[in-house]
Antibody, heavy 129, light 106 residues
């Protein structure tokens, strides 16, 4: 049974960056996409981006393009999400979640099956001066 | 971008009630629709994927239906542990979640 364990809570100043980790155990890591989803206090879920570790290329939501970087280290079964230029609106719980495998589209490009299970426990990032 | 809406935004129900939550996509997403349950302070839990497939380990009182733009999550007999917020999510294109439906105790 795959488990995702995230790094601990962070408090950051506006304008700084944060890097959150997500370590997988108990199952296959490299061929399943890892996505990052955030949830601001009292709000809904927002997909930020994802990566299929074996291919190494990340895809990002347009809203976060240029500000988020998602990477994966196959040797340690760990995915990372780095968010830069932090502002108060980035205060949220950040979750990693595993996708359901991948397929190849008509162009031969790998695409993830984007339903998410399991999820990490969440990492609270607080942005405050 | 595809937008997702859910109705109602909240509902009150009693144990044993049949509960139906609706999710609508702004354009056709075929059957690329997933449902999650989230309890306060916890990560979301996948209930249904591909519109109607029950995730392993999820009780059979949960079911999903629909295709195209209109989808439904049904809880056939609400149990005390089912009081939570439910989100739909499309996986047809860039993943996007609905705003959620909070189910609380009447």
């Amino acid at each position: 049974q795959v488990q995702l364990v995230q790094s601990g809570a962070e408090v950051k100043k506006p304008g700084s960056s944060v890097k959150v980790s997500c370590k997988a155990s108990g199952g296959t890591f490299s061929s399943y996409a890892i996505s990052w989803v955030r949830q601001a206090p009292g709000q809904g879920l927002e997909w930020m981006g994802g990566i299929i570790p074996i291919f190494g290329t990340a895809n990002y939501a347009q809203k976060f393009q240029g500000r988020v970087t998602i990477t994966a280290d196959e040797s340690t079964s760990t995915a990372y999400m780095e968010l830069s230029s932090l502002r108060s609106e980035d205060t949220a719980v950040y979750y990693c979640a595993r996708g359901a495998g991948h397929y190849y589209d008509s162009s031969g490009y790998p695409r993830p099956y984007n339903w998410f299970d399991p999820w990490g426990q969440g990492t609270l990032v607080t942005v405050s001066s | 971008d595809i937008q997702m809406t859910q109705s109602p935004s909240s509902l009150s129900a009693s144990v044993g009630d049949r509960v139906t939550i609706t999710c609508r996509a702004s354009q056709s997403i075929s059957s690329y629709l997933n449902w999650y349950q989230q309890k306060p302070g916890k990560a979301p839990k996948l209930l249904i994927y591909a519109a109607s497939s029950l995730q392993s380990g999820v009780p059979s009182r949960f079911s999903g239906s629909g295709s195209g733009t209109d989808f439904t999550l049904t809880i056939s007999s609400l149990q005390p542990e089912d009081f939570a917020t439910y989100y739909c999510q499309q996986s047809y294109s860039t993943p996007c979640f609905g705003p959620g439906t909070k189910v609380d105790i009447k």
